[in-house]
């Protein structure tokens, strides 16, 4: 293992530095959106808007990916990253703002999945304990974004010039993380499993919605901007334990065991925020959302292949649920009201456990026959 980190250095510090600023991108649209409200007088459904954008960036970016990963590089997509914070940073236009997000998605999105797909593949043996790794520093940006935001002032020009100047630093190291994906890496096997999808399409689409619209909630349950912010800060906290802790026991359950295990505690939790105290359990559905990424992106790669375009692939399904989602939410917020939140991933994340207790035989097989869907 030594050997493999020492031979995979570079990879290791561009991959773990790109994924806390993704981290501190993302997380802090939720915060964000009261200002930009106010900033363009926009109602909750049109803010809404700056999640799902960002989400319909990181496709393109994945996109990208799975059409010409021989042309996709980790340092372009540390420039986009730059390029589209400073957009949203300028604050010139809620369009700008809008397609900034779009760019900075796209960054995100191709970063994802080369990031992923590299360190699944070269630390060998330890490649789910690494994958979990790089996705649990995640959430150090993801912590301390929040707060930051906070400390500014809630001023998003500021806060978000900071990413954009951390990101555009970063550019300068990128290149030790390799260049891109050589033309014959697509040569593996590559079997289309639309079921393991679906379930990380509306995992990672509950994880989308909890950052991005999250603190609207809590705001609407009584919280103020700034508690709120810190609120998602500590749900950031929970996630990153949770992630830390996959890097540990990811050997000890099978993926999408955990996965599945995931989604019920998702859903009691989110009962809990609906009818207990939203606070105290958004803060534990951290936890929740820390562990559905990694355990689906696993069982997904056992169940799909090592094709290049898995990785593309996978990290799509999971972009649709973070496009939709939101934008759902925001359409039933808008028309019900922001409580109406907590219940709808309650219900949608114990629908979903039901149907993966169901499943989990055929979803843990680790090599499906050929030709068949699960």
């Known amino acids: 293992m ?221 919280e103020t901007e700034a508690r709120a912010a810190e609120l998602l800060s500590l749900f950031f906290v929970a996630f990153l334990a949770a992630r830390l802790g996959l890097v540990w026991v990811s050997g000890a359950l099978a993926p999408f065991t955990l996965f599945t295990l995931a989604l019920g505690l998702a859903g009691g939790l989110a009962l809990g925020a609906a009818m207990v105290d939203a606070a105290l359990f958004f803060v534990a559905l951290g936890v929740c959302a820390g562990m559905f990424f990694p355990a689906f992106y696993v069982c997904a790669s056992v169940r799909m292949g090592d094709d290049a375009r898995v990785s593309a692939t996978i990290i799509a399904a999971g972009l649709a649920g973070g496009i939709v989602c939101p934008l759902l939410l925001g359409v039933l917020m808008a028309r019900f009201g922001d409580a109406v939140f907590f219940w709808v991933i309650a219900g949608m994340t114990l629908a979903a456990f039901v149907a993966g207790v169901l499943a989990l035989g055929r979803m843990n097989r680790p090599e499906p026959a050929p030709g068949r869907e699960a």
């Open 2 to 222: 030594r050997q493999l980190v020492g031979t995979n250095a570079g990879l290791l510090v561009v991959g773990l530095l790109s994924f806390v600023l993704m981290g501190a991108g993302q997380s802090m649209y939720g915060p964000a959106l009261p200002a930009f409200a106010r900033m363009f007088a926009l109602g909750g459904n049109e803010v809404a808007l700056l999640v799902s954008a960002h989400w319909v960036g990181a496709a393109v970016g994945v996109t990208a990916m799975f059409l010409r990963a021989d042309k996709v590089t980790p340092r372009l997509m540390l420039a986009l990253m730059a390029l589209g914070a400073g957009m949203v940073a300028s604050g010139l236009h809620w369009g700008l703002v809008l397609l900034g997000a779009v760019v900075f998605g796209a960054g995100y999105g191709g970063s994802t999945t080369i990031y992923n797909r590299r360190f699944l593949m070269r630390f060998g043996a330890r490649g789910p304990a690494m994958l979990s790794l790089l996705n649990a520093v995640f959430g150090i940006g993801a912590i301390g974004a929040p707060l930051a935001f906070v400390a500014l002032g809630s001023d998003t020009r500021l806060a978000y010039g900071l990413v954009a100047v951390l990101t555009g630093l970063a550019v300068l190291g990128a290149g030790a993380a390799g260049p891109a994906e050589p033309a014959t890496a697509t040569a593996g096997r590559f079997s289309f499993r639309p079921g393991i999808l679906t379930f990380g399409a509306l995992a990672i689409g509950v994880e989308a919605s909890l950052i991005g619209l999250g603190p609207v909630a809590l705001i609407a349950a009584g």
